[in-house]
């Protein structure tokens, strides 16, 4: 069974792209440019990997990531979060996220991280 990675991103040509490059690396991917639809999606999808942008429309990705982490059932799911604002990464690891990715991003960067935490 392939594994299951969640992304968020507002952006929709970036959302293509990581889905397009996950589902071609064989994972099974759910995007969605709504930072509300998260944790709805996490109890429904119940994914292996979850992947947040910092910035989402009127949401912050890290409080998101805080609300996985602090969830007991998905306490343990790797969290990424793409951020456009370098220099923050140590704000960006108080959330409890496993890696962070600044954009603009590799695509082999993105395999290589995704593939390093749910391998």
Do not use: W
């Amino acid at each position: 069974m392939s594994k299951r990675i969640l992304i968020l991103d507002d952006n929709q040509d970036i959302l293509d792209i990581v889905h397009e490059t996950l589902a071609y690396e064989q994972f099974d991917v759910k995007g969605t440019s709504n930072g509300e639809d998260v944790m709805p999606f996490v109890e429904e999808f119940n994914p292996d990997l979850v992947i947040l942008d910092y910035r989402v429309a009127g949401m912050n990705g890290g409080e998101l990531c805080k609300q996985i982490k602090c969830h007991p059932k998905y306490k343990d799911t790797p969290v990424i979060i793409f951020s456009a604002y370098i220099n923050h990464d140590d704000e960006l690891f108080d959330y409890g996220c496993d890696a962070i990715i600044n954009k603009p991003f590799d695509l082999t960067e993105l395999v290589e991280k995704v593939n390093s935490l749910i391998s």
